[in-house]
């Protein structure tokens, strides 16, 4: 299991702490104590990562010594925050997600005496009619 930890400057404020990644532009977080902060880092590096993944841009490789903002508060840290990619992508891609279909009344009312479940059956019959196997859990890396 790949993981990646690049490194975060922790800002503090009157506050929290604001949090950014010199190797990831737009990714920032906060927290009310440093913990908090470092949570909220970890949460929004896989967040950005996943979506910059998504969106098929190249991932920057962290760097060694990042170039800290000039206007950053005084007192800042730097603190490495690691996650594991392939977790986070798996748990996003396999979260459940609400849609909303129309079906006739008469068969929903008939759907409803039999207690279905729509959520499986529709599940189901979308694996089939795209022809794709029942996964377990979808996994790369």
Request: charged fraction near 25%; include cysteine.
């Amino acid at each position: 299991m790949k993981k990646v930890t690049y490194l975060a400057v922790f800002e503090p404020g009157e506050d929290g702490y604001s949090v950014y990644f010199p190797d990831i532009p737009g990714c920032v977080s906060y927290g009310e104590t440093f913990e908090e902060a470092r949570q909220a880092a970890a949460d929004a590096l896989g967040l950005h990562l996943y979506g910059m993944e998504k969106d098929g841009e190249p991932i920057p490789a962290p760097s060694e010594h990042p170039a800290v903002d000039p206007e950053t508060a005084a007192g800042y840290l730097i603190s490495p925050v690691t996650v594991f990619p392939s977790i986070i992508r798996n748990e996003l891609d396999n979260r459940r997600v609400k849609t909303n279909v129309t079906i006739p009344a008469w068969l929903k009312e008939a759907a409803e005496r039999n207690h279905a479940n729509y959520s499986r059956i529709l599940e189901s019959a979308l694996l089939e009619y795209l022809d794709i196997p029942r996964p377990a859990l979808r996994e790369q890396d």
